[in-house]
């Protein structure tokens, strides 16, 4: 069946593939090739943006196997997809729950509950990821930046030039500095960061994003015109 189905695939009969994987799964459900094989499809789906019909078999293959945190990540991303972000956040809480370090799971998490000012949550997310040694600079930045939202700007200016002791070549640790510190009051802190960041950039061996490139030197120069 599963040839016949590769077959309607490439003819892009999406929805019949999802009938035949759902009549399938209830007939044999715990037959771990034919689960396999529909969570290939599943995934499938959601790099052909058909969202809703991920989530059905998605739906379909997580009463099989609740303990699956493939599964519940790519449920995650349908959701998220679609804009339901309360159940997008639900479905990663369920990730969390089989993958506590799942890096993915910690960083979305930590976005959304930074959105709904969720803070100390969002916090919490950002320092298990720098705790298990993942994603921590992006971590990192965006712990610092949720510090400042909670009115806690010196731990978080704190935090920034603590961590880029070890990463001082890090132009995203610069970047987000500068901005706090502009928005603090600090210009010429700000100034300062956003020339080390840009340094960076150009000196990195790689060619430079131009935008970002522009981007930076356009507020270089607005910063140096409020430089007394």
Same mark, same amino acid.
């Given at each position: 069946?599963?040839?016949?189905?590769?077959?309607?695939?490439? =003819? /892009? @009969?999406?929805?019949?593939?999802? #009938?035949? $994987?759902?009549?399938? &799964?209830? !007939?044999? %459900?715990?037959?771990?090739?034919?689960?396999?094989?529909?969570?290939?499809?599943?995934?499938?789906?959601?790099?052909?943006?058909?969202?809703?019909?991920?989530?059905?078999?998605?739906?379909?293959?997580?009463?099989?196997?609740?303990?699956?945190?493939?599964?519940?990540?790519?449920?995650?991303?349908?959701?998220?997809? =679609? /804009? @339901?972000?309360?159940?997008?956040? #639900?479905? $990663?809480?369920?990730? &969390?729950? !089989?993958? %506590?370090?799942?890096?993915?799971?910690?960083?979305?998490?930590a976005q959304f509950y930074a959105e709904q000012?969720?803070?100390?949550e969002a916090i919490s997310c950002c320092e298990?990821?720098?705790?298990?040694?993942?994603?921590?600079?992006?971590?990192?930045?965006?712990?610092?930046?949720?510090?400042?939202?909670?009115?806690?700007?010196?731990?978080?200016?704190?935090?920034? #030039?603590?961590?880029?002791?070890?990463?001082?070549?890090?132009?995203?640790?610069?970047?987000?500095?500068?901005?706090?510190?502009?928005?603090?009051?600090?210009?010429?802190?700000?100034?300062?960061?956003?020339?080390?960041?840009?340094?960076?950039?150009?000196?990195?061996?790689?060619?430079?994003?131009?935008?970002?490139?522009?981007?930076?030197?356009?507020?270089?120069?607005?910063?140096?015109?409020?430089?007394?």
């Amino acid at each position: 069946m599963m040839n016949y189905c590769q077959v309607l695939d490439h =003819l /892009g @009969e999406d929805e019949y593939v999802l #009938k035949l $994987l759902l009549v399938a &799964i209830e !007939i044999a %459900p715990d037959k771990k090739a034919l689960l396999f094989n529909a969570g290939n499809h599943a995934s499938f789906f959601l790099k052909k943006q058909k969202f809703h019909l991920a989530l059905t078999l998605l739906s379909a293959l997580i009463k099989c196997d609740k303990e699956n945190p493939v599964h519940w990540q790519n449920i995650a991303i349908a959701y998220q997809s =679609l /804009g @339901e972000r309360d159940r997008a956040r #639900k479905s $990663l809480e369920e990730l &969390i729950k !089989i993958e %506590p370090q799942n890096a993915f799971a910690l960083i979305t998490l930590a976005q959304f509950y930074a959105e709904q000012l969720l803070f100390d949550e969002a916090i919490s997310c950002c320092e298990q990821l720098i705790n298990s040694g993942q994603d921590i600079v992006k971590a990192i930045s965006f712990k610092a930046q949720i510090l400042m939202h909670k009115g806690e700007t010196v731990s978080a200016i704190n935090s920034l #030039k603590a961590v880029l002791k070890k990463y001082h070549e890090t132009d995203s640790l610069w970047f987000v500095l500068a901005d706090i510190q502009e928005k603090t009051g600090d210009i010429l802190g700000a100034y300062d960061s956003l020339k080390k960041c840009k340094h960076i950039l150009v000196n990195s061996g790689k060619r430079p994003n131009e935008e970002n490139l522009t981007m930076i030197e356009n507020k270089l120069r607005q910063l140096q015109k409020h430089i007394k």
